[in-house]
């Protein structure tokens, strides 16, 4: 049987898997796989866990876990502590008060070693801010290793309790978990990309095969003749497999995913076993050092590009020198001065259990006290970068008003619009207001969600029946599917969307039906991801022409007067809390109606042209009265809650403008 020695080999390819990483998130564009990196970890990290605990069994006949779990606190949290503390510090420094808030949480459950399902839960949150932004994203890779270490010993320790024939039982259980993840990673991957990349239960099967080459090449015979060609060729052919896979554009998440974990089993094996060029290179002093210290380099490499996209307007090659120079710099550190030191005090070693709970103890504590005291100053950066409309183009009403100091951009970023679940099965949940006068539908996305609470005021005070159809990420055209939703609300859309016109719509005997939608010919270029439900190829103009026409058809059949809203002036290139709680003054943030008109807008403008009892509404007139400035702040409310759309607060202010707009266009009876 093979003995487990260290091999300065995987150290190198520590610096392989870290650098992959850093230029990914630096944004070179040729790397677009370099994410690979992680999956590369993943694969090494359940290789080198698992020989560790193994040569334990074979020396002393058990584990003991006190001394595994104290040993990997002592290795990966003090250091993640004390990124977490500076970062939130900095971040204070060079963030606004509205992007430091949603970051609580993500700084929390790093800390708590739960950060990928954290994220998942983010990410299912249509309207949560932006996480891509947040500086401790990263540590969803380090909770997927944690949650491995904290079962894998484990389940080593109970077949070794429960089975005489624990060297069989290992590869097979190991198997059997392998296949399972790799299910899960398919299942989620048609469902829900996030939970395919953050969920334990979808990547697990790349630390368990990891894991079980562990196994097989603790029973490859010492001088085993094939062994160091095979490992040769392995490596030769691992290490530009691994390179191909971050380069290649275009390839499905999953693919490639799966292929770097067979990819980066493949390499590992090959290292372990021969000595050839692709060895040699890797075991090299500077790799090596780079390998050594890229903990370190990883947990810093991603708050220092994100505190540099905040305070420099860099390419891709600048962020990535300086992410690459700072970061490593930062992790050489920390690796000299607190990594080292506390792996080898001799005190903590004595200490197993005790050690293993004061460390999470620790950070528990610091997750609860000093992450939301530092992260919760309302305070103004530093750094101030506006939006990117200056007010020296169009003069804007409030000149230099100051933001005002008492707004609650907590309250605003985590506003929530709910509707009733309206479908064809269940025509009375629509109804969310009943009058004795004329019947208004709506029925949008999520720009059709945001005006449900001021519509419910009007109705009360005119005394109409609304009833409501809204999902978000799901547009009114009953043909189109934005395929950038998860798999689960795609469903949700097709169910409250398709025939619910025919089928639901004549069952409310609507006088006036609202089609309101988010514009998909924005800067944010959601058009890429619209699809026909039919599967038909169109451009997106096309699409949405054809598409917008023959829905607006379908439902002016059924009602007497159909209104489509006009697009709403937002934002769209900047985060508008954001912006106007790190600015000074309001016209920083002010955003300029565009002199080009919206492809989508024209369409609908023809679409109303074409059929007798179809029309437009502008509503830009009641919520951005200064034009052509819009302002962020009309009457001392805020305007929008993110870059997409309107605050609740604004639409209900601003109720009686809409009205006098709605029944201007006379499509309102009564």
Known sequence: MSSWSYKPSLDGLRTVAVYLVLLYHAGIPWLGGGFIGVDLFFVLSGFLVTNVVLAELDRTGHVRLGAFYARRVRRLLPAALVVIVVTSVVFVLVASTAARLPVI????????????????????????????????LHFWSLSVEEQFYLFFPVLVLALTRL????????????????????????????????????????????????????????????????????????????????????????LAPTTRSIGAAFASTTLIGGLMLSHGPVTRVLSMRVPVYLGRISYGTYLWHWPVIVVLAKVLHAGPR????????????????????????????????????R??????????LVAVTLVPLTLHQQRKPVVVAGGPVSSRLVASSTGRQQVPADIDWKSLQQEKWDTADCTAADVQQCVLVRGDGPTLVIVGDSHAMMLVPMFERLARKHHFTLAVNAIAGCMWQEGLINTRAPKDRRDDCTRHRVGWYEQALPRLHPDLVLLAGRPMDGVDHLGRFVRRRDGKHQTLDRMTLLESLATAQRVSRISPQTLILDPVVVPE???????????????QCAVPVTSRTRPSAAFYTSV??????????????????????????????????????????????????????LRHTGALPG
């Open 105 to 136: 949480g993500d700084a929390q459950s790093a800390l708590l070693y739960v950060a990928n399902w954290h994220f998942i839960s983010q990410a299912d949150d249509y309207f949560a801010a932006g996480s891509d932004r947040s500086p401790f």
């Open 318 to 353: 600048g962020v990535a020198f300086l992410a690459l120079g700072v970061g490593t710099g930062l992790a050489a550190l920390s690796y000299e001065v607190l990594e080292m030191p506390i792996r080898q005090a001799r005190t903590l070693a004595r200490h197993r259990w």
């Open 573 to 587: 290139s900047f985060d508008p809390l954001d912006c106007l709680s790190g600015a000074r003054r309001i016209d």
């Open 608 to 661: 109303a042209a074409r059929i007798d009892n179809v029309r437009t509404l502008d509503l830009n007139p009641a919520f951005c009265p200064g034009a052509p400035m819009c302002e962020p702040l009309v009457h001392g409310t805020v305007v929008w809650r993110d870059a997409a759309h309107l605050t609740q607060e604004i639409t209900v202010q601003q109720r009686h403008r809409v009205w006098k707009l």
């Open 355 to 364: 050690a293993a709970i004061a460390g999470v103890a620790v950070s528990a």
């Open 163 to 250: 089975s005489r024939r624990r060297r069989a039982a290992l590869p097979l259980v190991l198997a059997v978990v392998l296949v399972a993840s790799m299910c899960c990673q398919v299942y989620w991957s048609g469902r829900d990309l996030n939970h395919a990349y953050y969920g334990t239960d979808a990547r697990l099967y790349q630390l368990v095969a990891g894991a079980l080459l562990a196994v097989a090449l603790r029973r490859v015979p010492a001088g085993t003749r094939w062994a160091r060609p095979l490992g040769a060729v392995a490596s030769l052919v691992g290490l530009p497999l691994v390179i191909a896979l971050a380069c290649v554009p275009h």
